[in-house]
T-cell receptor, first 115, second 113 residues
Framework: DAKTTQPPSMDCAEGRAANLPCNHSTISGNEYVYWYRQIHSQGPQYIIHGLKNNETNEMASLIITEDRKSSTLILPHATLRDTAVYYCIVRVEDAGGTSYGKLTFGQGTILTVHP | NAGVTQTPKFRILKIGQSMTLQCTQDMNHNYMYWYRQDPGMGLKLIYYSVGAGITDKGEVPNGYNVSRSTTEDFPLRLELAAPSQTSVYFC????????????FGPGTRLTVT
């Protein structure tokens, strides 16, 4: 799986958009970009994933550049409860199923949302 | 629907002792995983299973064993505990091939002294 690079920490004001970047310059054509977050010592929580197109769900939006070498997770209106470590993960999804859904976590970005 | 449950929540072991961390999911998921997380670090995969009777090693399997006799349960066994195994252990599950979201349990915090 491709390696990812994220800033170690970011700050955001409550109510503003939080934009979390991720570089994955060695990503392959069959690798998806996933985002998970971990709120203070809890188990990680899935947020969103994408392959090429931008994606949006009730939690966040994912913007993937055209060359797929980087992406941005957007929390449109950050709240104090969004303070967490955010992990960007690149993972193969192959028809043969040999990746078995395994996730490789880096150190992530610590997002702190301030009042 | 309880999701993924883990027991115990906390445990202190002496060096050389053994224990089993329990993990159960009630979502009829085929794939299950064990991760460990050391302070300030990301999670590392210990073992995983793609179905009852099928297990395989992850990135850091040494010092651990697993079994999968049922779809619901995936216990992790620590033999001869060492201080290096002090960590938080997370169990996770997902439906299987073609599904994307992994569901994680609340974790077990283990200290070996």
């Amino acid at each position: 799986d491709a390696k990812t690079t994220q800033p170690p920490s970011m700050d955001c004001a409550e109510g503003r958009a939080a934009n979390l970047p991720c570089n994955h310059s060695t990503i392959s054509g069959n690798e998806y970009v996933y985002w998970y977050r971990q709120i203070h010592s809890q188990g990680p929580q899935y947020i969103i994933h994408g392959l090429k197109n931008n994606e949006t769900n009730e939690m966040a939006s994912l913007i993937i550049t055209e060359d797929r070498k980087s992406s941005t997770l957007i929390l449109p209106h950050a709240t104090l409860r969004d303070t967490a470590v955010y992990y960007c993960i690149v993972r193969v999804e192959d028809a043969g199923g040999t990746s078995y859904g395994k996730l490789t976590f880096g150190q992530g970005t610590i997002l702190t949302v301030h009042p | 629907n309880a999701g993924v449950t883990q027991t115990p929540k906390f445990r202190i072991l002496k060096i050389g002792q053994s224990m089993t961390l329990q993990c159960t999911q009630d979502m009829n998921h085929n794939y299950m995983y064990w991760y460990r997380q050391d302070p300030g670090m990301g999670l590392k995969l210990i073992y995983y299973s793609v179905g009852a009777g099928i297990t395989d090693k992850g990135e850091v399997p040494n010092g651990y064993n697993v079994s999968r006799s049922t779809t619901e349960d995936f216990p992790l066994r620590l033999e001869l505990a060492a201080p290096s195994q002090t960590s938080v252990y997370f169990c996770a599950s997902t439906k299987g091939q073609g599904t994307y979201e992994q569901y994680f349990g609340p974790g077990t915090r283990l200290t070996v002294t």
